[in-house]
T-cell receptor, first 112, second 114 residues
Framework: QKEVEQDPGPLSVPEGAIVSLNCTYSNSAFQYFMWYRQYSRKGPELLMYTYSSGNKEDGRFTAQVDKSSKYISLFIRDSQPSDSATYLC????????????FGAGTTVTVRA | DVKVTQSSRYLVKRTGEKVFLECVQD?????MFWYRQDPGLGLRLIYF???????EKGDIPEGYSVSREKKERFSLILESASTNQTSMYLCASSHYRDGNQPQHFGDGTRLSIL
């Protein structure tokens, strides 16, 4: 069993819809959670970085962490075609961990 | 902006060849990483370096070696390329003082071994 599970999709939504992405994990020591966005033929870039449980909002993006369920989510409101990308979750046990555990990534297409 | 540059976007090599993938970062980051990215498997860490001439194995180091002679440059070496090393290779760097996050990625080298 992988340490981090992420549904690869693909996910296709109409413009303006809410996109919901999630990851589950098995290591209860994970406390730091990240979402990276990767456009086609580009490297991943950090989108959201959260610590422990709770919500974090940044513009149209909201990251949620539920440590009791070992489940994290990323919501994209008012989705745009420019949000079409692969979204990867990543996590670590300590803030200074160099080694991250990544999900496989979910490919999202937002249709105009 | 941090820039991580990988020398080749696409590379085609033959089985048994020695292959060099080069990566350069321009932000004086202490940490540099090599990952491979395969469909359904996500990013897997091959090697990590936290300083010049220092390296640590990641999750899948077999068949690979690395070299870091200068702080800004990190090379991945496939000693004798095999077809199962066909993949997308991503280099990343990060600043130790930032708590190692975020990692800044290059745009990848798509390597095909024939």
């Amino acid at each position: 069993q992988k340490e981090v599970e992420q549904d690869p999709g693909p996910l296709s939504v109409p413009e303006g819809a809410i996109v919901s992405l999630n990851c589950t994990y098995s290591n209860s020591a994970f406390q730091y959670f990240m979402w990276y966005r990767q456009y086609s033929r580009k490297g991943p870039e950090l989108l959201m970085y959260t610590y422990s449980s709770g919500n974090k909002e940044d513009g149209r993006f909201t990251a949620q962490v539920d440590k009791s369920s070992k489940y994290i989510s990323l919501f994209i409101r008012d989705s745009q075609p420019s949000d079409s990308a692969t979204y990867l979750c990543a996590m670590s046990a300590r803030s200074d961990d160099y080694k991250l555990s990544f999900g496989a990534g979910t490919t999202v297409t937002v249709r105009a | 902006d941090v820039k991580v540059t990988q020398s080749s976007r696409y590379l085609v090599k033959r089985t048994g060849e020695k292959v060099f993938l080069e990566c350069v970062q321009d932000m004086d980051h202490e940490n540099m990483f090599w990952y491979r990215q395969d469909p359904g498997l996500g990013l897997r860490l091959i090697y990590f370096s936290y300083d010049v001439k220092m390296k640590e194995k990641g999750d899948i180091p077999e068949g690979y070696s690395v070299s870091r002679e200068k702080k800004e440059r990190f090379s991945l070496i496939l000693e004798s390329a095999s077809t199962n090393q066909t993949s997308m290779y991503l280099c990343a760097s990060s600043h130790y003082r930032d708590g190692n996050q975020p990692q800044h990625f290059g745009d990848g080298t798509r390597l095909s071994i024939l």
